[in-house]
DNA sequence: ATGCTTCCTGTAGCGGCTACAGGAGCAAGC
DNA sequence: GCTTGCTCCTGTAGCCGCTACAGGAAGCAT
């Protein structure tokens, strides 16, 4: 089994970085293709499924949701999918990635602030924990 | 048992926004105390109550990890909580947010120009499956 | 007493993995 | 051939932070 056409699992998850477990998990979520078995029952993976764990850890790696990662590997995987597809998938993913940029923004000064209120005197009461301290829905 | 010092649990549920579900949960893992009970074993829930409630909820709002909050709640709430403690949790999510900040925008950039050189050309090779279509470890 | 709402406990589910246990395949050494 | 030692197999259960349900009891109004 040292042919480049035929790995087992652990080969696969030691080129992949992709944990065994992971690997079966993703199998039986639908995630990648369920690969061809040895007589003995094993599973035989090839370049494919190489290229497809690499992609999906890759994409994670991104930030691509499981849902934008299965999306895309539901369009035929890197090699098949459509570019424009694809293009859109990591349009809305930008985009979220922008809202979020947004939101730590806020957060941060807010933070940034009365952290730094808190800093400055010592007052008898807490910055900080007044911030936490109001349940109202900002 | 509209008395401002007794509360039933639905009661706090509404006053919170918490679920009533979460609040026993919450119970359960021992981040909130456990209320006194009525002789028919329903529990009953005071000020003190409705502000922890209030204050996870709001510490999520900003961000702070169910960890962080835990603590911050082990100081004694909002009520007896030490300051500096309590901003030295702070200063450490503040710094978890700029780093998830400088991430971000990293990723952002990286998605934009992709995202604008596939939309650029009709070439070949999409540049955002390029993108993923590349499993070494960045 | 009868209904109606709220509350109680206990258990199971979600997603995205990870971690066992207990058994079988398989290659290599002797 | 047989044992050793590794890898692999299946199936199940655990993690977190909740959420949802079932089946029953409390409590209140009529």
């Not at 944990?19 to 993703?26: A, L, S, V």
């Not at 990648?32 to 993976?45: D, L, N």
């Not at 370049?47 to 299965?70: C, S, Y």
């Amino acid at each position: 089994m040292r042919d480049e056409k035929g790995l087992a699992i652990g080969e696969l998850s030691r080129r992949t970085g992709v944990n065994i477990e992971t690997i079966r998990y993703f199998e039986r979520v639908g995630i990648v293709a369920t690969p061809p078995r040895t007589s003995g029952g094993r599973r035989v993976y090839g370049a494919g499924h190489v290229r497809a764990l690499g992609f999906i850890r890759r994409a994670r790696e991104l930030g691509f949701t499981p849902a934008e990662v299965r999306a895309i590997l539901s369009l035929g995987g890197p090699a098949q999918a459509s570019c424009s597809e694809v293009r859109e998938i990591a349009a809305h993913h930008l985009e979220r990635v922008r809202a979020k940029m947004a939101d730590l923004a806020q957060l941060e000064s807010l933070l940034a602030t009365t952290i730094d209120r808190c800093e400055g005197d010592g007052a008898a009461s807490c910055a900080v924990i007044e911030l936490l301290d109001q349940y109202t829905t900002t």
